[in-house]
């Protein structure tokens, strides 16, 4: 089973308040991945987690938190949403992360911040 | 900094027509390209990938040809089909763990 699991589809949140997605995947890969994807723009990598170390991107560090209970969940946490943050989030698992390793995409969570 | 461009957002095509999709890169590194396809609704998922310059690598009647020469990987296809509708990103790596996605090209196609 190559899936990617992500909840919820859709999120609608207020500004100014926290959001949590969750991610999940059972191919026991060691990388997980979070993408911000805006309309017509490139998936942005966020941060990553490889095993139990995360990687923040230097221009979102303040924006974004994560954690990595296990290695099938990963989540991406937003503490106070603002409208710039609405978007489709990505999460994405690879093996052991290389560069040249496939990376195996969820469906993707759409957020809507108002 | 490493850079990926896909110059068309959006092309139509009838079906049955051949279609080439754009992919440039910028690295100076030694690059490994990748074609993911997004569906409505579905999760993106891996066509085809390749790091081996001037070797046609080919996945469910795609193929696409890395030349390094003119930093190009571009996607093909001979005949499209009312299914190959989708969002095609071309993607970058050239070390670490970090992956750069074009901003993706949006195929549409007509009967």
């Known amino acids: 089973d190559t899936t990617v699991k992500q909840n919820p589809r859709y999120k609608l949140a207020r500004v100014g308040k926290p959001v949590n997605l969750i991610c999940s995947q059972t191919?026991?890969?060691?990388?997980m991945y979070w993408y911000q994807k805006k309309p017509n723009q490139a998936p942005k990598l966020l941060l990553f987690y490889y095993d139990k170390i995360l990687n923040r991107e230097a221009d979102t560090f303040e924006k974004f938190q994560s954690s990595r209970p296990n290695n099938s969940f990963c989540s991406l946490y937003i503490g106070s949403a603002g409208l710039e943050y609405s978007a489709m989030y990505l999460c994405a698992s690879s093996r052991d992360g290389g560069f040249q390793d496939t990376q195996y995409f969820g469906p993707g969570t759409r957020l809507l911040v108002l | 900094g490493d850079s990926v461009t896909q110059t068309e957002g959006l092309v139509t095509l009838t079906k049955g027509l051949p279609v080439m999709l754009n992919c440039t890169y910028q690295?100076?590194?030694?690059?490994?390209l990748f074609w993911y396809v997004q569906h409505l609704n579905e999760a993106p998922k891996l066509l085809l990938k390749s790091s081996t310059d001037n070797k046609r690598t080919e996945h469910q009647g795609f193929y696409a040809t890395l030349h390094k020469s003119s930093s190009s990987f571009h996607l093909q296809k001979s005949s499209v089909q009312l299914s190959d509708s989708a969002l095609y990103f071309c993607a970058l790596g050239t070390g670490g763990y970090k992956v750069v996605f074009g901003s993706g090209t949006r195929l549409l196609v007509s009967p």
């Open positions: 690295t100076t590194y030694s690059p490994f």
């Open positions: 191919m026991n890969h060691d990388t």
